[in-house]
């Protein structure tokens, strides 16, 4: 095909359905014949490659964090609506998973004295109780929809409970998290969608504003409290330091883990074989987290903005656009997964990039693990004859690769 007719498919492809709900073929055909390539629908270069997406993300200097999500949308929106959304702007424009070293140096080691991994496995005993319970509410009904019953509740209470959040807010939290995400589905946002957005943010930093106010006159042992306490050579989080990270805990640790239970439990069913090994041997557990994690992961895409110009396969990527990184197609790069559209909870080595690489890698990689491996666990012990009861899956969107339901009978 002409060169120029395969980028106007690979464009159209971007924007179809299909893509949304199974986008491994589009990423296989852009790694084999445009690895670096330049969408025009989407005005950003999109890499596919493993390497390539490995060498971006460790490399902070050339290709920043910072307004990485805002500054590409300026071009294309009024003025006034520029304005509008300058709250927006400047929330995504500090924190720990949008600036860049020294000043995400300093953040990450304040976060991680507070959020650490004793932390997290004081959190074991909670999780594996609210997954009974869960479990409890469907077990006598013969099935359940395990994103709305399981996967969507588990994750937002647990990090509720981590923060110190009242439950009877956790609905609201919800709501907000998501609406909050909105406008970073696409590369190119509407005035509307931003908008939106940014009132779900707004909500949810007037909320986080609340706890840190309550926490500062009144300390408790929940991570708000111990945020506000931790010191780090003499240094200390702000209150905009603080109110950013615990808006990026609660948005960033909740579809994604959702979508990692959802996604784990149906790549099982659909290889009975890795499945029925499972059973067999629980021990296996940690490879089928890791696995599941490789071959359909939660959170698809990351992105990084040209610090400078840089030549990338002979490609030349301006200062100043916008880098699309599939992680989801690295994951499946055959130089580095032999025979990669198998599922193989087996799989060694598994140097998946599902949590990033770099300086940012995920903080709360060993909480999701923990909540897919008890979740999964439970699951599997309990239903002894778990088959899938639907023949349409339909997913979120591209951004956040989470099953909108997924019907299940035992
Ligand atoms: C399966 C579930 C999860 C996936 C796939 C995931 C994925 C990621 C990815 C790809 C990044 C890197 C972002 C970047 O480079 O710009 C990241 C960063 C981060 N994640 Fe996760 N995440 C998950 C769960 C969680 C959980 C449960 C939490 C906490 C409660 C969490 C907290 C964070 C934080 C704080 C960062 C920013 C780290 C930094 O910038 O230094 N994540 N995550």
């Known amino acids: ?22 986008p491994y073929p589009l990423y296989q055909a852009l790694r084999e014949s445009a690895p670096v390539y ?27 964090s910072l307004e990485r ?12 609506v520029w304005e509008q959304i300058q709250p927006l702007v400047r929330h995504y424009s500090s924190g720990l998973v ?25 959190l074991q005993g909670y999780v594996q109780q609210l997954v009974d319970q869960l ?50 589905t696409t590369p190119l946002p509407t005035p509307k969608a931003l908008l939106r957005s940014q009132e779900a943010l707004l909500n949810l930093r007037e909320f986080f504003r609340k706890i840190y106010t309550q926490c500062r006159q009144q300390p408790d042992d929940k991570l708000v409290s111990t945020l506000l306490a931790v010191c780090d050579e003499g240094e200390r989080l702000s209150e905009e330091d603080l109110l950013s990270t615990c808006v990026t805990l609660l948005v960033a640790g909740h579809e994604t883990t959702s979508s ?21 041997n629980p021990a296996l557990i940690e490879g089928a987290v890791e696995e599941s994690l490789r071959y359909d992961g939660p959170f698809q895409r990351n992105r990084r903005i040209a610090r400078e110009d840089v030549a990338i396969d002979g490609k030349q990527i301006g200062k100043g656009q916008l880098v699309l990184v599939f ?5 499946r790069d055959p130089s580095h997964f032999p025979d990669p559209d198998r599922f193989d909870i ?36 309990r239903m002894p004859d778990l088959r899938l009861a639907t023949e349409t899956l339909e997913w979120e969107n591209h951004l956040l690769r989470g099953l909108k339901a997924l019907p299940v009978s035992f």
């Open 260 to 280: 990692l239970i959802s996604g784990a439990v149906l790549a099982l069913l659909q290889n009975p074989d890795q499945l029925r090994k499972l059973r067999e």
């Open 135 to 184: 479990l409890d509410k469907v077990q006598g009904d013969g099935h359940m929809d395990l994103v709305r019953d399981l996967a969507y509740p588990l994750p937002v209470n647990v990090i509720a409970e981590l923060l110190g959040v009242p439950l009877e807010d956790h609905d609201k939290l919800k709501r907000w998290s998501s609406g909050s995400m909105e406008f970073m």
């Open 327 to 331: 992680l989801g197609a690295a994951n």
């Open 38 to 64: 330049w969408s025009e629908a989407w005005r950003c270069w999109i890499l596919t490659r493993y390497d390539d997406i490995q060498a971006v993300l460790r490399d902070p200097p050339r290709f920043t």
């Open 69 to 80: 999500l805002t500054s590409t949308v300026k071009p294309d929106i009024p003025e006034a």
């Open 1 to 22: 095909m002409h060169r120029t007719a395969a980028c106007q498919n690979f464009d159209r492809s971007l924007n179809s359905p299909e893509f949304a709900n199974n």
């Open 98 to 122: 949008n600036v860049d070293p020294p000043d995400h140096t300093r953040l990450r080691n304040l976060v991680h004295k507070a959020f650490t991994g004793r932390t997290i496995s004081k």
């Open 346 to 381: 087996e799989r060694i080595p598994n140097r998946h990039i599902s949590f990033g690489a770099g300086v940012h890698f995920c903080l709360g990689a060993s909480l999701a693990r923990l909540e897919a491996r008890i979740a999964i666990n439970a699951i599997l012990s």
